[in-house]
Each structure stands twice: as C-alpha cells, then as structure tokens.
C-alpha cells in the first residue's frame, strides 16, 4: 500500500553536507503499525517527513496506491511530539479545525469531534482551553484532531516522548486500541526499544551516518500487549542487541574515549530510550 523506494537524501549547508538517507526502501501493507527505531540522527524524522510530503527526497520515491507522493495530503497526517494546538480554540474548536478547513459540515464535523473525543476519553474536556490540559491531555486532543481528517495512513514522530512514563504507557495502551478499531496504517518513530516492541507489527531498525534499514523484525507478540509481560522484555532485549551496535557507532563519534555501553546501564535498558539526545 505505502511504498518507499530507493530514497536518499542529502542536505547541503554552510557547515557542510549531510546525508541521513541513503536508498532506504520499505512496502508497508494497509493497516500495518510500523515502527522506525534507531539512534538520534539516523533519519528517523527525515524518513517520516519525506513520506508526509514536508520534505523531498533527493533520489527515489514514495508510492500511496500506487501514486506517487508529490507533497502532503489528507490521506496522510502527521502527528509530533509538540501537540500543535491552537491556543485560542477550545478543545472542540481545535479538533475541528481541520474538517472545517476541508469544508466538512458543521453538523457532521461536531458529531465526528465528539465521537473521536470519546475515542481518546476527552469529551468531558470538550470545552475546555488548551492551557487547562496536561501534556498528556494535549496529545490525545491532537490524536483525535488526526483521526477526524480519515486519513488511511497516520505518521506520529515521537508523540508520546515529552510526557511522564505513567501518562506515557497510558497512551501506548489507547494507541493500540486506536489503532485496532481504526485500521489505520501507522507509521511511529520512537528511541523507545520497548515502546516500539509493544506498538508494532514491524520494527524497522535504522542505522546511522547514512541512515539505512539495519534490520526489519517481525513482532509476532498477540495482542493487546503489555510492558510487563515476559514475552515483551524478552523481545525487547533482541531487539536491544539489534540497536546496541548502532548507538555504539554513535557514541563513539559523539562520546569521550572513556565511555562504555556495557558500563552505562542506563543506555543498555530497553527501557530506556535507547540513544535519546546523543
Ligand atoms: N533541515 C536540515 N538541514 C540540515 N541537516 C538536517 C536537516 N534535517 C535533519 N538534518 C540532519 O540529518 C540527520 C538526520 O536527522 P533526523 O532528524 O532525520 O534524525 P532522527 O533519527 O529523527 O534523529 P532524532 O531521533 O534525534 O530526532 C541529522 O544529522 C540532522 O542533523
């Protein structure tokens, strides 16, 4: 259904070149949840965004049904880490914004608002203003805002990365959900070796410096999934071997001599976000 083909990508600027691309190729079937895991700086974002049309690729394609993807589009939204909302309008207002842009019906755009605020547990909220939501609250305001537009395909870069880790597994447990009652297509970029292994069908890998797919793992966990099951932390530490050689190469770069992966437990926990603002 999504296809990503042969994409590489270069920035030029005055501190020189950079190329977190290099002839990345991924088929993503309808209504798969992927999630592109790797150390900071190996394209995760760039990747993300190329596929949401805000960025061009410098070489290769990518292909929704078979037509290619030429700059954004409704049929696929993204959603940040910063939830975006506008300050002004109220948690209906925002969650409207987008139909009444795309000229939706007042009557239907409040029936579909409510219907997805419910969806995230918020329409009790449904009057409220930005400024009296916590950050976890702002997020599934933002995640219902994208459910609203019926996009197939729903790009999410980090979303959950800035909240507390209880309001965080709050979210990793309604994203499933979501996700199972919608069908939608996701693609979520997290440092989160466990996050990643409790979301998704595939775990894309990156490698970084240029940015390449390491490693596409399967998870076969049945669902719904949870953090503390023995499964997952088995899977999750798999995968951590995966990442590990990764974020060494990076480290090393970025790291003095005398920093050590197996030393630092921190980094080594599939807890932890593997890499995050290295
Ligand atoms: N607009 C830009 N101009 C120049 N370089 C850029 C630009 N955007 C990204 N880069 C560089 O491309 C590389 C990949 O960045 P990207 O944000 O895609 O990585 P990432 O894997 O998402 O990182 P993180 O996990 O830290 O968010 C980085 O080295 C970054 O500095």
């Known amino acids: 259904m999504l296809k990503v ?42 990747l993300l965004n190329i596929i949401a049309g805000l960025e061009k690729a410098s070489e290769g394609e990518v292909y929704l049904r078979d037509k290619r993807v030429e700059g954004t589009g ?14 002004w309008l109220n948690v209906m207002g925002n969650v409207e914004f987008g139909m009444k842009i795309a000229g939706v019906p007042k009557e239907e755009r409040e029936e579909k608002a409510l219907r997805y605020l419910k969806m995230v547990h918020l329409s009790k909220f449904k009057d409220a203003y930005i400024h009296e939501l916590s950050g976890g ?12 537009l019926d996009s197939d395909v729903l790009l ?8 507390d880790s209880q309001t ?81 190469k990076v480290a090393s770069r970025e790291f003095d001599n005398d920093w050590n992966i197996e030393k630092d437990s921190i980094l080594y926990s599939p807890d932890s976000d593997m890499g995050a603002g290295l």
């Open 168 to 248: 965080k597994s709050l979210l990793q447990q309604e994203l499933q959900k979501i996700w199972w009652e919608t069908k939608k297509t996701i693609i979520f970029v997290t440092h989160n070796v466990e996050e990643a292994v409790l979301l998704a069908d595939r775990v894309i890998v990156m490698s970084a410096n240029p940015g390449k797919i390491k490693r596409d793992i399967k998870i076969e966990l049945s669902r719904p999934r949870k953090l503390e099951s023995v499964d997952l932390t088995y899977v999750a530490s798999e995968v951590m071997k995966v990442l590990k050689e990764e974020v060494e």
């Open 156 to 163: 999410m870069d980090e979303p959950f990365a800035a909240l």
């Open 5 to 46: 083909e042969n994409v590489s990508k270069v920035f030029n600027s005055k501190r020189g070149t950079a190329k977190p691309l290099e002839k990345v190729s991924l088929d993503i079937k309808r209504g798969e949840f992927i999630c592109l895991l790797g150390p900071s700086g190996c394209g995760k974002s760039t």
């Open 74 to 87: 409704v049929d696929r939204v993204v959603m940040f880490q910063e939830s975006g909302l506008f300050p």
């Open 137 to 148: 609250m702002r997020q599934r305001v933002a995640l219902a805002r994208a459910l609203t």
